[in-house]
Nanobody
Framework: QVQLVESGGGLVQAGGSLRLSCAASGITFSANDMAWYRQAPGKQREMVAGITRGGSTNYADSVKGRFTISRDNFKHTVYLQMNSLKPEDTGVYYC?????????WGQGTQVTVSS
């Protein structure tokens, strides 16, 4: 059974930082690409950052230079370090695993940035 469990969300003032974590189980973590998505109220879910099994990263233009995605294959965990947060970063953040049999999602963690 695949499980992705996010943590680390919360309420922060603009300019602040948060670190999200996603602990994975039930998959061969090191063999899969991982990503973080977010969904703001009334908007479609969008990819924020991705990291391949080889460690290559990519980011949405809106977060480049502020967010950093990383992974720890020993801990089966992917992280999203978010700095210089803006109110428009508010939303539910989801962890995603891309495997050979399909994509899996976590339950999401709420991030709220106040102005």
């Amino acid at each position: 059974q695949v499980q992705l469990v996010e943590s680390g969300g919360g309420l922060v003032q603009a300019g602040g930082s948060l670190r999200l974590s996603c602990a994975a189980s039930g998959i061969t973590f090191s063999a899969n690409d991982m990503a973080w998505y977010r969904q703001a109220p009334g908007k479609q879910r969008e990819m924020v950052a991705g990291i391949t099994r080889g460690g290559s990263t990519n980011y949405a233009d809106s977060v480049k230079g502020r967010f950093t995605i990383s992974r720890d294959n020993f801990k089966h965990t992917v992280y999203l370090q978010m700095n210089s947060l803006k109110p428009e970063d508010t939303g539910v953040y989801y962890c995603n695993a891309k495997t050979i049999v399909g994509r899996y999602w976590g339950q999401g963690t709420q991030v709220t940035v106040s102005s």
